[in-house]
């Protein structure tokens, strides 16, 4: 099969190869991939930000993947030949906490992902795709979706009237206007585009700030509250946004702290975290049985992802530079028709 692998550091490293087609274990079910969609997970695992020493092999990369099951284990039973399924991050986290080396059992680094013909999946390393999603839309789902569905409904107990805050407009932030806006909240958003704020507010967005004529955004916030600040806040940009967070936060608010997009590291002033009694809550996706409630509330709900550009299968270069550049909503690779 064909297939893109990681054979070193940057994208000079990322190779178009040959190789042979997997063959699934008696637990395990093998996709004919359809379309993956990229993450900021997958362009620092190329540039080798993220977790170096566990990536430091080589492997087929990307996470996000949608199929069609060709070839199921003897000891299968939860899907069959034909059925169109997506792949989840973490393989052997189920339902609950998980397990101290879960990391390690990634799909798309360190094991391989999606950036190919075929791809061989734990049984349990997959969900049923929504059957109103396109296998381009059913693509975003496995991380930039969870993420979000994990932080407002798994931890946040979103109710509707509740406010959400979102930073930016990339992948992550995008499904957290739709998720939140579908479930009854109201919307504010950060940006540095009017354009991409009208595009927001369309999606379902309530309010737009834009950060570069409001810098002291988390102001802004507040008085769109009422000086009661949001009581949940998608954290995507890391650094000193933390404290900006906890500014705009409501009382005893939940921050998700999904993202470093700025840095990863930062100095947090403990006197407004403690005075806010704020919830900062780090998520690292989600696990497999709320990927299923999810999938089950976008039929109901009839969310449809919101996708960027998509790139042929050879172009797979130009849509990791493409996310570089950043992108409003999805990048998509479709692989086979």
């Given at each position: 099969?064909?297939?893109?692998?990681?054979?070193?550091?940057?994208?000079?490293?990322?190779?178009?190869?040959?190789?042979?087609?997997?063959?699934?274990?008696?637990?395990?079910?093998?996709?004919?991939?359809?379309?993956?969609?990229?993450?900021?997970?997958?362009?620092?695992?190329?540039?080798?930000?993220?977790?170096?020493?566990?990536?430091?092999?080589?492997?087929?990369?990307?996470?996000?993947?949608?199929?069609?099951?060709?070839?199921?284990?003897?000891?299968?039973?939860?899907?069959?030949?034909?059925?169109?399924?997506?792949?989840?991050?973490?393989?052997?986290?189920?339902?609950?906490?998980?397990?101290?080396?879960?990391?390690?059992?990634?799909?798309?680094?360190?094991?391989?992902?999606?950036?190919?013909?075929?791809?061989?999946?734990?049984?349990?390393?997959?969900?049923?795709?929504?059957?109103?999603?396109?296998?381009?839309?059913?693509?975003?789902?496995?991380?930039?979706?969870?993420?979000?569905?994990?932080?407002?409904?798994?931890?946040?107990?979103?109710?509707?009237?509740?406010?959400?805050?979102?930073?930016?407009?990339?992948?992550?932030?995008?499904?957290?206007?739709?998720?939140?806006?579908?479930?009854?909240?109201?919307?504010?958003?950060?940006?540095?585009?009017?354009?991409?704020?009208?595009?927001?507010?369309?999606?379902?967005?309530?309010?737009?700030?834009?950060?570069?004529?409001?810098?002291?955004?988390?102001?802004?916030?507040?008085?769109?509250?009422?000086?009661?600040?949001?009581?949940?806040?998608?954290?995507?940009?890391?650094?000193?946004?933390?404290?900006?967070?906890?500014?705009?936060?409501?009382?005893?608010?939940?921050?998700?702290?999904?993202?470093?997009?700025?840095?990863?590291?930062?100095?947090?002033?403990?006197?407004?975290?403690?005075?806010?009694?704020?919830?900062?809550?780090?998520?690292?996706?989600?696990?497999?049985?709320?990927?299923?409630?999810?999938?089950?509330?976008f039929n109901e709900l009839?969310?449809?992802?919101?996708?960027?550009?998509?790139?042929?299968?050879?172009?797979?270069?130009?849509?990791?530079?493409?996310?570089?550049r950043g992108a409003f909503?999805?990048?998509?690779?479709?692989?086979?028709?």
């Open positions: 099969m064909k297939a893109w692998r990681k054979e070193g550091i940057g994208l000079e490293n990322l190779k178009m190869v040959e190789t042979k087609k997997p063959e699934p274990e008696s637990k395990q079910i093998l996709i004919k991939v359809k379309s993956v969609s990229l993450n900021f997970r997958d362009k620092s695992i190329i540039d080798g930000d993220y977790l170096p020493d566990l990536m430091d092999k080589p492997f087929i990369p990307v996470s996000d993947a949608v199929g069609e099951v060709v070839s199921i284990g003897s000891e299968v039973t939860k899907f069959k030949k034909g059925d169109r399924v997506v792949s989840h991050l973490y393989t052997k986290w189920i339902d609950g906490a998980p397990s101290e080396d879960y990391a390690p059992t990634a799909v798309g680094g360190p094991n391989d992902g999606g950036l190919a013909e075929y791809m061989v999946l734990d049984e349990y390393a997959a969900v049923m795709a929504p059957s109103n999603l396109t296998n381009e839309e059913a693509a975003t789902l496995p991380i930039a979706a969870l993420t979000v569905w994990f932080s407002l409904v798994e931890y946040g107990k979103i109710k509707a009237g509740d406010t959400v805050l979102v930073l930016g407009t990339g992948g992550v932030s995008v499904y957290a206007i739709q998720i939140a806006s579908a479930l009854g909240a109201k919307v504010i958003v950060t940006t540095s585009s009017n354009e991409k704020g009208e595009r927001a507010k369309e999606l379902g967005a309530n309010e737009i700030i834009n950060y570069v004529d409001t810098p002291n955004w988390e102001e802004e916030v507040m008085k769109l509250t009422n000086n009661e600040g949001a009581q949940h806040i998608l954290e995507v940009v890391g650094g000193d946004s933390i404290n900006r967070s906890i500014n705009a936060l409501a009382l005893q608010g939940h921050i998700y702290v999904v993202g470093f997009l700025k840095s990863m590291t930062a100095e947090v002033n403990l006197f407004n975290l403690l005075a806010k009694q704020a919830n900062i809550q780090g998520i690292y996706v989600g696990h497999s049985r709320a990927f299923s409630d999810m999938n089950k509330a009839n969310i449809h992802p919101v996708i960027d550009t998509v790139y042929s299968f050879d172009k797979a270069i130009e849509a990791y530079k493409h996310l570089g909503g999805k990048i998509i690779i479709n692989v086979s028709n």
